[in-house]
């Protein structure tokens, strides 16, 4: 137990010290996070011994991104995508496998071999490219989807390669002599069944994963969130993940990419801005981990040994690359300086490439001493990506003018993080200022945290998601830094004062429009930070008003009149009454005050009304 405190106290302490320092001087949180790796690995401290179980563990996180990235996507939108996923990913796959296979063909090696090493090579890490470009603001950008296009084929082809690898095998399978020569079971139940076998309890894997996440998954988050325990929602959707990573870890798959899958699946759940906001702080920390690990494992022993061979392999694995990258970035026409972002951001060995790399030893596929270099080439290229996107932002985007607003462009992705309106709690109230936003083709995003309302409202047609307004990062990821209006509608005063709070101090640029139940609330959401507020009864109560004198006797204009006249006074009314809150004495005088003021003011104007004639708009009587 202390042992594992300890670890655990090591992996955090590093990380806290590096990653601000390295994001002070400008080199980001990724290379923060390798270097404090690095730092503690083997190699150089010698805290932690044991990177490659850290790196199984941490690999979880790219699990996380996977399933959130999938949250965002669609199925409508996926397909619409298919032409940059199919086309330019399918053609960096080919062309840099092809070249890597060509060279390590050309220095010696077997054809098996070097197609092995050429197929694990051609992946680039996902968790760095990501990372990176959204903290570049990249993400919705060109460089951004191309990208993104190019690491979700790269995670299918992860499959096939898994499946293509044994068949390359050169080492022989009945040698058991060596340091490695004991025999590995694969993780996979059913590696031992023939292929179509295989093939069928994948495809019922998949089939089960997608009926449950579309069939399945609402009423089971119905039923959580019925408990009210937000803690035991996080629960679920880490359940959920882990699930899904056990589920395909068995029948031999990618367990990021079963996530993305479910991701896609349930991105049209009303609880999807909720198990992103859940989800998202574990992600951050498990990839964190996960480039820990990285920095650890590379071998400075064999750095130290091979410093030039590993020098030419890393320097020739990324000028590969990044050329081949750069030129689909011209053929697909991604404009500008987003070109070398696309390219810069790609040109490292991927994460998955590890995997491969310990499939490969498993399965004699590659000799010792291949595997320990690739490894290390693997890491080194890695660890230099975020100098090379430094490079990039420093010397290379200044030259093209257009790198001043590499800022998110439309956002195809995702549709609903576009809308200018945020209307929180969709219930009598938020559904009528929905509607009219909604009749003038004006895009809303609506929240709600009551389970059983939001299933009532989707079966009349509403997109409503489940969440808690009052989180900031729910908010965040529902929309608000792009948005322009909050609209908070929510039943419980309380809370309602809460998300006003919430959001003006984390997002101040956004207009917040309230709703209050009274005088007294009114002021507590003004003091929030309210920019409008609107007392939920008062209008539609001064309406009645104005029909009961119209059926007095009252013509149509004068009625109307009162009415404005009474609504223009106690608008001020309530202002200067809300100086006097804390003073209860005060507060009724200047109450009483004002009423005998309105009564003088309507008993005037009615007056007036009575002495002059009126032909305005009341020709239908006093209907």
């Known amino acids: 137990m202390e042992s594992s405190l300890l670890q655990a106290f090591i992996f955090l302490a590093a990380g806290v010290i590096a990653v601000p320092i390295a994001s002070r001087l400008g080199l980001g949180s990724v290379l923060g996070y390798l270097i404090a790796g690095a730092l503690i690995g083997p190699s150089v401290l010698g805290f932690l011994n044991d990177a490659e179980s850290l790196m199984h563990f941490s690999e979880f996180g790219v699990v996380m991104m996977l399933f959130l990235i999938g949250l965002e996507l669609k199925p409508s939108l996926l397909w619409r995508m298919r032409m940059p996923i199919l086309g330019l990913g399918g053609l960096q796959m080919a062309l840099t496998t092809g070249v890597i296979t060509g060279i390590a063909y050309f220095f010696g090696q077997p054809w098996q071999t070097a197609l092995a090493i050429g197929l694990i090579l051609a992946l680039s890490s996902t968790a760095l490219a990501l990372q990176i470009l959204g903290e570049k603001k990249l993400m919705n950008a060109a460089s951004g989807k191309s990208s993104f296009a190019v690491l979700l084929f790269q995670d299918i082809a992860v499959i096939p390669i898994i499946a293509i690898l044994p068949l390359l095998a050169v080492i022989n399978p009945n040698d058991h002599t060596g340091p490695h020569a004991e025999s590995h079971e694969s993780a996979s139940l059913i590696a031992h069944l023939p292929g179509f076998q295989q093939a069928l309890i994948i495809i019922f894997a998949v ?64 609880y999807r801005h909720e198990l992103e906001a859940n989800i998202d702080p574990f992600k951050a920390l498990l990839l964190g981990l996960f480039f820990i690990s990285v920095g650890a494992s590379i071998d400075f022993d064999l750095i130290s040994t091979e410093p030039l061979l590993l020098g030419q392999i890393v320097f020739g694995l990324i000028t590969i690359k990044f050329f081949i990258l750069l030129g689909l970035a011209k053929l697909f026409k991604i404009p500008g300086g987003g070109k070398y972002w696309f390219s810069f951001a790609l040109a490292q060995g991927g994460e998955f490439g590890f995997v491969l790399l310990s499939s490969s030893l498993e399965g004699r596929i590659l000799p010792k001493e291949t595997i320990d270099i690739l490894t290390a080439t693997i890491a080194i290229s890695m660890v230099m990506t975020p100098l090379l996107i430094l490079l990039n932002e420093k010397l290379i985007i200044p030259r093209f003018k257009e790198a001043k607003v590499t ?15 945020i209307i929180a709690g969709f219930g009598r109230y938020g559904q009528i200022v929905g509607r009219l936003l909604f009749a003038n083709d004006i895009p809303v995003t609506i929240l709600d945290h009551n389970a059983a309302h939001i299933e009532r409202l989707r079966s009349f047609g509403y997109t409503v998601f489940y969440g808690d307004t009052a989180r900031s990062d729910l908010l965040h990821t529902a929309g608000a830094d792009k948005a322009k209006i909050l609209i908070v509608t929510v039943d419980d005063r309380e809370k309602a004062i809460e998300i006003v709070k919430m959001a003006k101090h984390s997002f101040p640029h956004l207009e917040i429009h309230a709703r209050a139940y009274d005088a007294l609330h009114y002021h507590a959401l003004k003091a929030a930070g309210a920019d409008y507020i609107e007392r939920e009864l008062f209008l539609s109560s001064l309406k009645m008003g104005e029909k009961s004198l119209k059926a007095l006797g009252m013509r149509a204009f004068h009625a109307r009149r009162q009415a404005l006249q009474f609504a223009e006074h106690d608008q001020r009314t309530t202002d200067r009454l809300g100086k006097h809150l804390n003073d209860n004495k005060r507060y009724i005088s200047e109450a009483r005050q004002a009423q005998e003021e309105v009564l003088k003011i309507l008993r005037r104007d009615k007056w007036t009304n009575r002495t002059t004639e009126d032909h305005a708009w009341d020709s239908t009587g006093h209907k």
């Open 207 to 270: 089939s089960i994963l997608v009926l449950v996440g579309r069939f399945l998954s609402r009423p089971l988050f119905r039923y959580i969130t019925e408990s009210k325990l937000r803690e035991l929602f996080t629960a679920t959707a880490l359940m959920m993940v882990m699930g899904i990573a056990l589920l395909m870890d068995m029948v031999g798959l990618s367990p990021a990419l079963g996530a993305f899958i479910a991701g896609v699946v349930l991105a049209d759940s009303e």
């Open 407 to 421: 800022g998110p462009e439309a956002d195809e992705i995702m549709e609903e993080q576009d809308s200018p309106v």
